[in-house]
């Protein structure tokens, strides 16, 4: 869709590029209520819930809540959004390593609580994790990461086949 909005004003543009994105991120729930495969990273959740719904029969309802609320969650973020990014921003300049180690420290955290119930999972699902993200392009001084000579791992891993090759199944 970018050429076609080389020849409109730049906010026509980009409203075109944003409805665009949205439509396709919210498409992705169609393929996780109707068939447990989310479209998107985002209808990974979707899955959960809207899956089942439509096992029992109530698949429409669950296509048209998750319709309703994508829609009524894009609003909500957009005003959110047109309010509190710039004070967000000025925030985020302020960040000092400090900071950064506290949302580490905070995300590792979250790992060890959410994965109460086995710890040596959690811990080896985080470690999996900080393992894939430090693959590629470091984003500060663009030094390769245990690419291991190949110019296909320089960008790193995609997030959704990341996602979906190490997600339990939901029928484990």
Known sequence: MLP???SMTPSMGLNMLVAVYIGGISGGLISAILLNMPGTA???ATCFDGHPMAKNGEAMKALGLGIVFSFLGSVFSFIILTFCAPSLADIALKFTPAENFGICFFALTMVAILSSGNMIKGILAG????IFALVGM???DGTARFTFGTSNLMAGFDTLPTLLAYSPSPTS
């Open 4 to 6: 076609l909005t080389f």
């Open 42 to 44: 985002s209808s990974i």
């Open 127 to 130: 470690m999996l994790g900080l």
């Open 138 to 140: 470091a984003p500060i």
